[in-house]
C-alpha cells in the first residue's frame, strides 16, 4: 500500500483456520509486515518459523534515519507484532492517519485481539 511522504507497507499474513471445542478460529502461521520509504526498508516485522532460515522467533529488522543502519544484521527478537502495530508505527514515523479517532479503533482492535489470541 502506497503512503504519503514515500512510504510503502507491505504485510502478508499466513493463517490456518482451524475448529477447537466447536469453534472456529484463525491461526496466524507466518506474517511479514514492511515499511519501506522510497524501496529502502524503515523496518520489518518478521515471523516465519517455517521458513527455511536459522532465525523463526518473531522479530525485527530496522533502518536508522540518514542511511545504512548502523545496527548489526542480526535479527532484533521481539513477542509477536499484529498488523495494528504495522499500522500504529506507520502512522508514529509519519503517514498522516485517515482518521482522527486512530488511536481508539486501534485499541479496540487490540483489546479484542488480546481476549481470544491463542498464544500468550
Same mark, same amino acid.
Request: aromatic content about 10%; overall charge negative; charged content about 20%.
Given at each position: 500500500?502506497?503512503?504519503? !511522504?514515500? /512510504? ?16 472456529? #478460529? ?16 524503515? &523496518? ?10 536459522? &532465525? ?9 534515519? !540518514?542511511g545504512p543502519s548502523? /545496527? ?6 521481539? !513477542? #509477536?507484532?499484529? &498488523?495494528?502495530?504495522a499500522v500504529e ?9 485517515? #482518521? ?16 481470544? #489470541?491463542?498464544?500468550?
Amino acid at each position: 500500500m502506497d503512503l504519503e !511522504g514515500g /512510504l510503502h507497507l507491505s504485510a502478508t499474513m499466513h493463517y490456518k483456520i482451524v475448529q477447537e471445542e466447536g469453534v472456529w #478460529r484463525v491461526h496466524t502461521v507466518s506474517y511479514l509486515y514492511d515499511l519501506k520509504k522510497s524501496s529502502a526498508l524503515v &523496518f520489518g516485522m518478521h515471523w516465519h518459523p517455517d521458513r527455511a532460515s536459522p &532465525f523463526s522467533d518473531p522479530h525485527l529488522h530496522v533502518e536508522l534515519a !540518514g542511511g545504512p543502519s548502523s /545496527l548489526p544484521k542480526e535479527h532484533l527478537r521481539t !513477542g #509477536r507484532l499484529t &498488523f495494528e502495530h504495522a499500522v500504529e508505527w506507520a502512522i508514529t514515523i509519519g503517514h498522516p492517519a485517515a #482518521r482522527e479517532d486512530w488511536v481508539e479503533i486501534l485499541a479496540t482492535c487490540r483489546k479484542n485481539h488480546l481476549e481470544n #489470541r491463542s498464544w500468550v
